[in-house]
């Protein structure tokens, strides 16, 4: 038989029936290619190959890319490659590769992450202003008005609406929260009363651990605080 | 009964996997990604590399120059994916895809240039003069009638290659449908020459019997 002579497909195949729908994964050409599948498996292979020339290009290709160079097949020469590189290099500088582009995407990165923190930092807030709020009326623990004041049991989220006995309002409240030993735990500034001499203020879910608390109310008269009134709560454990 | 499966030694066959190229090209691109010595690894790379890329495009029928250039486009096309390698294939996979992907590129851009190439009368160069008349030969294209009956003889033929065992099938479809090489069925067989060539030898007789035709004797014939 003659290499040369003439075939049933004709000398270029102009009209090849069309592959088949379905190709194996290109890994398994790779495997194929390298003998790392069974016998059965190169079959499955060899069977898909008579039908399709897409996984018959790449195989070849494949081939052609892998096999070592045949006696007397000419390449690159040393000089030729040392120059291709140095245009390549010129290339690759002026497109920022060697210097510029890494410290591009760290850049992006972190500016990435950053952005990522902002907005979820936003999202968290918003969805907190957006919960519900119940709200505690509290009266002052040395208040006078029919024996101590009990200890008001609070579920956060909260409005605290902190009664006052004094006889006189200030331009600006602060309150400060303390634990039953005396550590400050939340300082909230600029309340204003209201009018009806009440003055209230916000506590949010997660703003307070559960347990018995102390609210200091303090007026600011001048920048210098007085004690207004000493108020007391507790958040349940289930907070 | 199917022909053994290593009818001979496959020439050229399985390179093995990966290679040491391979491996090399991984472990500097690990630190090409980290950072480290860019230019140096990168240089690396190109040297591990570009013979082979090279000789794929000779071996694809390009040019010396041609394929000079098409090396440079390779790397630089590597330079642009390679903070996003993962290694989660083999670096040489992706090394031939993208020859691929810049040789289709190549041809395509080819094709373009000449169909969009001006047209210019024979004797108008011949005369020296720059402008007038063109001669242009319209393409005729190939015949309607002429595709379909290449188009039933080919379907004919794909039904007759079901009746023959496997490895044979293969041999016969990759030669009279794709029109293969004896060599190159028999690499992607991984078969020698000589059982490839048993194979289509027998093939072809069968083939002829099932379409009802006379194989030329002693000839690897279209006309069968």
Redesign the interface.
Known sequence: ???D?????????????PDPEEHPD??RL???????LT?EE??EI??H???C?HC?E????????????APG????SEF??AA??H???A??DR?G??SG??HK?RFTAVAAVFLVAVLGLSIYSLTRKEEPLNAATLDPLDSHRGGPSEIEEVKLPVWLVLQSQAETSYPEYRAEIRDLEGRTIRKIPRLHQNVAFEVKLKLYRGDLPPGEYRLDLLGLRSGRPEKVGVYGFRIPKSE | M?PS?GGGDPP??????P?PEDDKSRSLILQIQA?ID??TN??RI??LQ???????F???GQS?EDS?DL??DV??RV??GL?AFRHE??F??W??EI??HVLSNRVRSRKTEKRDAPEYSIDAIGDGDDGGATLQVADPG?DPLD?AI??QQ??A??EA?KDLP??M??C???????????E?IA????LSIETV?AH??QG?KR?AVRLGVEAAP???????
Do not use: N
């Open positions: 038989m003659s290499e002579a003439e075939d049933l497909r004709g000398p270029s195949t102009p009209e090849a029936l290109p890994d790779y495997a194929y290619q390298a003998g790392e016998l190169d079959l060899q069977e190959l008579a039908v020339g018959t790449l195989l070849l290709d494949v081939q052609s890319f892998t096999a070592p160079p097949e000419a390449g690159l030729e490659r291709g590189w245009q390549l290099r290339r690759l497109d590769f060697f582009r890494l995407h | 199917e499966h050229g066959g399985g390179s093995p996997s290679s950072g860019r230019e990168f240089r190109y040297d570009s013979q082979r890329v090279y000789r794929f000779r071996r694809k010396h000079k090396t440079q790397f630089f330079s642009r903070e294939s083999r040489e996979r090394l031939i020859a691929r190939p595709q290449s188009r080919r379907l033929l794909r290659l496997t490895q099938r293969t016969c479809g990759l030669r009279y449908e794709r029109g293969l090489k004896y190159e690499k992607l067989m991984k060539k289509l030898h072809r083939l002693g000839k690897d014939k279209r006309s069968l």
